[in-house]
């Protein structure tokens, strides 16, 4: 992708709310397909958690706090990125 149609907040945003595809829409197909495989995983343990031992109101709690933190580091590192991307170009 040519760096002036890079745009930080979207590759923040989407970072953010799916963890790997600010880094796919930055042209990192490596790190954001690697990031996106976490992300499955993280919710896939917790889906089977929730399937095997029940639901519980707190770990849920713990996950989304997690999801939310995560998500504001990936989103930073994504938005980061996108703007060394376009001072080099």
Partial sequence: ????GINPLIA????????GLGYIYLGKAFKGTATFFLF???WGFYL???LIGGFSFSLLSEIIIGYFLSGLWF??????MAIKMKKRY
């Fill in 1 to 4: 992708m040519n760096s002036e």
């Fill in 12 to 19: 923040m945003v989407l970072n953010m709310l799916v963890w």
């Fill in 40 to 42: 499955a995983l993280v």
């Fill in 48 to 50: 089977i958690y929730v």
């Fill in 75 to 80: 989103g930073y590192d994504a938005y980061n």
